[in-house]
């Protein structure tokens, strides 16, 4: 447990606000990868966000399908956080690395 979450929580934004200026601008997908790599917190989220809209509202962000992720990515993503995390769990399902979220899956049912 941190003494201070508050500092945690401006580093991750900072972290996340960085990134999506990346990804927004439309730089290589080498430099998203590299950022997406040093940050497991992202990955956290991935399996706690719950979908608040649409088809498939009520489920976690990393139990949506394929096919609604991949049209995501044809219609285009959203701006903001949620863009940027629906297009990481396209990514990852895309490249079948799922099993990443396994464990945190776990621990987010256990909470």
């Given at each position: 447990?941190?003494?201070?979450?508050?500092?945690?929580?401006?580093?991750?934004?900072?972290?996340?606000?960085?990134?999506?200026?990346?990804?927004?601008?439309?730089?290589?997908?080498?430099?998203?990868?590299?950022?997406?790599?040093?940050?497991?917190?992202?990955?956290?989220?991935?399996?706690y966000v719950i979908i608040r809209f649409g088809k498939y509202e009520g489920r976690l962000l990393c139990d949506l399908p394929v096919s609604y992720l991949e049209w995501f990515q044809r219609k285009g993503f959203p701006p903001g956080k949620l863009g940027m995390l629906l297009s990481t769990m396209h990514e990852i399902k895309s490249n079948?690395?799922?099993?990443?979220?396994?464990?945190?899956?776990?621990g987010a049912a256990k909470s």
């Amino acid at each position: 447990m941190l003494r201070k979450p508050s500092f945690a929580v401006i580093i991750a934004s900072l972290y996340l606000l960085t990134y999506y200026v990346i990804f927004h601008f439309g730089q290589n997908f080498r430099t998203l990868l590299w950022m997406f790599m040093g940050a497991p917190f992202i990955l956290g989220w991935l399996a706690y966000v719950i979908i608040r809209f649409g088809k498939y509202e009520g489920r976690l962000l990393c139990d949506l399908p394929v096919s609604y992720l991949e049209w995501f990515q044809r219609k285009g993503f959203p701006p903001g956080k949620l863009g940027m995390l629906l297009s990481t769990m396209h990514e990852i399902k895309s490249n079948g690395l799922e099993y990443l979220l396994d464990p945190l899956k776990k621990g987010a049912a256990k909470s």
